[in-house]
T-cell receptor
Framework: DAKTTQPTSMDCAEGRAANLPCNHSTISGNEYVYWYRQIHSQGPQYIIHGLKNNETNEMASLIITEDRKSSTLILPHATLRDTAVYYCIVRPRGTGTASKLTFGTGTRLQVTL | DGGITQSPKYLFRKEGQNVTLSCEQNLNHDAMYWYRQDPGQGLRLIYYSQIVNDFQKGDIAEGYSVSREKKESFPLTVTSAQKNPTAFYLC??????????FGPGTRLTVL
C-alpha cells in the first residue's frame, strides 16, 4: 500500500469547515483513497473513498488533486461529535490480504466551541 | 438494525486461559476480518475470512484461532499461546470489493 502522511493534530471551531489533508505521493493507478475516523474507544467508522474524481456524501467531501498525490477530507460544518482521529488510507480494491486496512497514526481533530 | 456486533465490550482474562470474542453481522457480507489495536497504534490484521468455512492468517495470527461456520459469525479465540493479548480487538466485514465496516470492539485485559 502507498504510504500516507497526515498532520498529527488539528483544531477546528464548531460550525466551521474542517479540512484534513493527506499526502500520498507514491499512490499507484489502481489505488483508492479511503477515509475512516475513530472516536475514542470505538470501532473505526467509514467516511468516504474515491479514485480520482471528487466525491461527496452525507458525511463529508473528498477532494483529490489531479495528479492524485494528495487529497483533502472536508467536513463542511464540524460539530463536537466530529472530534476523533481521522485516517487516510490508500489501497487497491480487492480481496484477500490486499483488502486489509493499514491504519497509520492519523490526524487527531479537536472541534472546539 | 443492520450492523456488526461484538461481545463482550470488556473482557478480563487470567494468564493461561483461552477466551473467545464474538463477532456477528447481519449485513449479508461474505468477508470478515479481525484486527488488533494497541494504544496509540494502528490496526494489525489477525485473521480474515472471505467465505464460509474458509479463513486465512493475517500478519499476526500466532496465538489466535478463528472459525467461520456461518456467514453471520466469525468468533476469535485468544489462546494461552498469545504472549501479549491485552489490546482492543476489532471485527469488520466487507461489502463487495470495497468498504469495510467495523464493530464497536472488545477490550481484552489480561490480569
Amino acid at each position: 500500500d502507498a504510504k500516507t502522511t497526515q498532520p498529527t493534530s488539528m483544531d477546528c471551531a464548531e460550525g466551521r469547515a474542517a479540512n484534513l489533508p493527506c499526502n500520498h505521493s507514491t499512490i499507484s493507478g489502481n489505488e483508492y483513497v479511503y477515509w475512516y475516523r475513530q472516536i475514542h474507544s470505538q470501532g473505526p467508522q467509514y467516511i468516504i473513498h474515491g479514485l480520482k474524481n471528487n466525491e461527496t456524501n452525507e458525511m463529508a467531501s473528498l477532494i483529490i488533486t489531479e495528479d492524485r498525490k494528495s487529497s483533502t477530507l472536508i467536513l463542511p460544518h464540524a460539530t463536537l461529535r466530529d472530534t476523533a482521529v481521522y485516517y487516510c488510507i490508500v489501497r487497491p480494491r480487492g480481496t484477500g490480504t490486499a483488502s486489509k486496512l493499514t491504519f497509520g497514526t492519523g490526524t487527531r481533530l479537536q472541534v472546539t466551541l | 438494525d443492520g450492523g456488526i456486533t461484538q461481545s463482550p465490550k470488556y473482557l478480563f482474562r487470567k494468564e493461561g486461559q483461552n477466551v473467545t470474542l464474538s463477532c456477528e453481522q447481519n449485513l449479508n457480507h461474505d468477508a470478515m476480518y479481525w484486527y488488533r489495536q494497541d494504544p496509540g497504534q494502528g490496526l494489525r490484521l489477525i485473521y480474515y475470512s472471505q467465505i464460509v468455512n474458509d479463513f486465512q492468517k493475517g500478519d499476526i495470527a500466532e496465538g489466535y484461532s478463528v472459525s467461520r461456520e456461518k456467514k453471520e459469525s466469525f468468533p476469535l479465540t485468544v489462546t494461552s499461546a498469545q504472549k501479549n493479548p491485552t489490546a482492543f480487538y476489532l471485527c469488520a466485514s466487507r461489502a463487495g470489493l470495497d468498504t469495510q465496516y467495523f464493530g464497536p470492539g472488545t477490550r481484552l485485559t489480561v490480569l
